[in-house]
């Protein structure tokens, strides 16, 4: 149908797949009559879901999984992964390629999505609004499109990521089992494994997606009256907590040798540094200072800076490769759909009446 280009851009199928059911389950609840309860912030969560979190998923696998590609390539092109360890690493591509292609888990994600209801709805881990209240509504087309159509296409998408996420925590799991050259004084801080920090910045939509979803959960329940604004606050805490193993913890399998190459870093430097100073105090300040060299202009005390960046590069090195501004933007993805949050207890006609008196001093 055209919806895929250049087999990986997979956009207008998310937007396709999310506005098609969204559209059949909107002409179902509308047509036998105008219900203005489809558009309340009772049923927030089912708009989220398919006009929102289904496009993210896939604007998500759009944008994250070329950099995957793109940080092995430049893995191997900077010789950070040895030639001698090019076979391993070929090996490890192919099997997570294997399992990637494979039909076998997506087909238990189906599996899963279809039978969560029966083993795990009281846990709420896919939201379970339904569309109407429960009882009158709930033999109508509508509801049973949604319960028997809507969500388990959402759940079976919400599974295949998270299926996804587990395949790139492996894949990164045995990566940082090969051997790996890793240079401490390496420029982007993380001994040459810094280009992985961009390919988590990437999974911002997925981070933003599952927020969304949370964000509409609360605003369902503050609505209902089921949740105080104050009851937030913990749930809130845990989002951030499950995002932060999600995404971050992966990073954590290349900790032991990052450790290990800082650490080695920091001796042979400093006993490079220790044989360099003595060497420069002699020649300038010892025994050997009658030189007729000129001290203005000399290589030697550009080098004695280099080497000295050098080190401080190598003490500052991180042993884990992320950084305050990985960890800024995935937590921006996180708040960013909570906030509107804040104008139902916080009304913009309050707002704005407060913010004018004080401007003007009425």
Sequence with gaps: MGLVRSGTNTVRLGFALGLSVWGVLMLLALLPEFDRKVFSF????????????????????????????????????????????????????ARAGRWKDSWLPELICLLLALLLPLIGAELHLV?????????????????????????????????????????WWFFLWRMAKLELHLVPTHPDGAAGLGYLEVVQTHFSPLILAFSAVQSASF??????????????????????????????????????????????????????????????DRKWLGADAGSDELLLGTPDLQSLADLSNSIAIVRNMRWVPLSRRLVADLAMAALAPILPLLFLKYPVSDLAEKFFARLTGL
């Design 42 to 93: 009772a049923v927030i969560g089912v708009h989220v879901r398919f006009l929102v979190a289904i496009p993210l998923f896939f604007v998500c696998e759009t944008s994250v999984i070329p950099r995957m590609a793109e940080f092995v390539l430049n893995l191997v092109r900077s010789g950070v992964v040895p030639k001698n360890a090019l076979p391993a690493l070929e090996s490890e591509i």
């Design 219 to 280: 605003a369902e329940e503050l609505s209902a009256g089921t949740m105080t604004f104050d009851g937030i606050y913990p749930a809130l805490a845990l989002i951030f907590i499950l995002i932060a193993a999600l995404f971050l913890g992966p990073l954590f399998s290349f900790a032991p040798k990052l450790w290990a190459c800082r650490v080695k870093g920091l001796s042979d430097y400093m006993e490079f540094a220790a044989h360099y100073v003595n060497g420069f």
């Design 127 to 167: 939201g379970a609004t339904a569309v109407f209240d429960s009882g009158r509504a709930r033999g109508t087309l509508a509801d049973r499109w949604y319960w028997y159509a809507c969500l388990p296409l959402f759940r079976f998408l919400l599974l295949r990521w998270f299926w996804r996420l587990g395949l």
